[in-house]
């Protein structure tokens, strides 16, 4: 496990805490719908830290190719139809580019700020000339709005239950997902950024932001 991750709950955990069973489960959102409005049809994507697949296999279906990364295999078993790497992100040099790269779930939030310059350093490495990185970053109330909950449709609540500060402007995060039949829970380093000190994290790569995608600017197009 990374130091300061944890997870509990049925089957394999990985090293950030995340449980490969629940994630299986997720269902997809609107991130599939945000990503395709932003870029070209057909475009060659690489998906740093896919999981199990649940952008990947909406976007597969939408006509784009994705290398899908991700350091648990684990994750990447559950994977169909788009080109795997096993790789830690901050690690990754595959000495090709893609139209667009992806570094969504907000793991631009690590705890560990070389943790993030290396992530973003691998979105550099990997962005095409011409093309584009789409970061997913958290809202602006996410460490302030807890305990919350949202209930699912799909019949599963998800809690987050408490952010508390560790020090060195770092928060330990715990959620919960809780279905009829099981319960994960996973504990997490984040490091709340705010929009200024996201876009001089992002200058500091040598990225910079396009436009912000969705209103609530969680959803970023930056380009070098």
């Not at 784009?64 to 078993?77: C, Q």
């Not at 310059?117 to 990185?133: I, N, W």
């Not at 109330?141 to 560790?166: C, K, L, M, Q």
Request: with cysteine; proline share 5%.
């Amino acid at each position: 496990m990374r130091e300061g991750y944890e997870g509990t709950g049925p089957g394999t955990i990985t090293p950030d805490g995340c449980a490969v069973e629940l994630y299986a489960r997720l269902p997809v959102g609107d991130e599939p719908d945000i990503i395709a409005h932003a870029v070209p049809q057909g475009a060659r994507i690489l998906e740093l830290g896919s999981g199990v697949g649940r952008i990947t296999h909406p976007l597969l279906e939408r006509g784009f190719a994705v290398t899908a990364v991700d350091e648990s295999a684990e994750m990447l078993e559950r994977v169909r139809g788009a080109r795997t790497i096993c790789s830690p992100i901050e690690e990754l040099d595959l000495g090709e580019t893609f139209d667009v790269v992806l570094l969504a779930s907000f793991l631009v939030h690590a705890g560990d700020v070389e943790v993030r310059r290396g992530l973003l350093r691998t979105c550099v490495r990997h962005v095409a000339e011409g093309g584009c990185v789409l970061i997913q970053r958290e809202g602006e109330d996410y460490h302030a709005n807890v305990p919350r909950e949202r209930v699912d449709p799909s019949g599963f609540t998800v809690r987050i239950v408490s952010s508390e500060p560790v020090g060195d402007g770092v928060h330990s995060v715990r959620a919960e997902y809780e279905f009829p039949d099981a319960v994960w829970t996973q504990t997490f380093r984040a490091r709340p950024l705010s929009r200024e000190q996201f876009e001089e994290a992002l200058a500091e790569a040598g990225l910079r932001v396009d436009r912000y995608l969705t209103d609530d600017r969680i959803w970023v197009k930056a380009v070098v």
